[in-house]
């Protein structure tokens, strides 16, 4: 069973910044995917930003050009910077992990790993 655990979450003033962590048990490269989604109070959790293991990045309207995600192969770690933010980016933000593999029927076989989430508070 795959382990992510995020960490860096915690209270900013608004227009402040934050680095999100996430660690796995396994290679961060070893996934399909790699992803930040969040879940704000009283709401859905919605999708905030992907990567590939060949490293193309998408990201929610709301957060291009001011979040970036990231892996590092040394620290075996998931990131996302997020700059200038405000009252909306609040949630908790979870680390999720894709795998894909081919069943002996050739069927696709998927998994979804998450972590525990972090908590983001934007407030003066």
């Known amino acids: 069973q795959v382990q992510l655990v995020e960490s860096g979450g915690g209270l900013v003033q608004p227009g402040g910044s934050l680095t999100l962590s996430c660690t796995a048990s396994?290679?961060?490269?070893?996934?399909?995917?790699m992803a930040w989604y969040r879940q704000p109070p009283g709401a859905q959790r919605e999708f905030v930003a992907s990567?590939?293991?060949?490293?193309?990045?998408a990201y929610a309207d709301s957060v291009r050009g001011r979040f970036a995600i990231s892996k590092d192969r040394a620290e075996n770690t998931l990131y996302l910077q997020m700059i200038s933010l405000n009252s909306d980016d609040t949630a908790v933000y979870y680390c999720?992990?894709?795998?894909?593999?081919?069943?002996?029927?050739?069927?696709?076989?998927?998994?979804?790993?998450w972590g525990q989430g972090t908590l983001v508070t934007v407030s003066s």
């Open positions: 396994k290679s961060v490269f070893s996934f399909n995917t």
């Open positions: 990567i590939t293991s060949g490293g193309t990045a």
């Open positions: 999720n992990a894709h795998e894909e593999y081919t069943g002996v029927e050739l069927e696709t076989i998927a998994y979804d790993y």
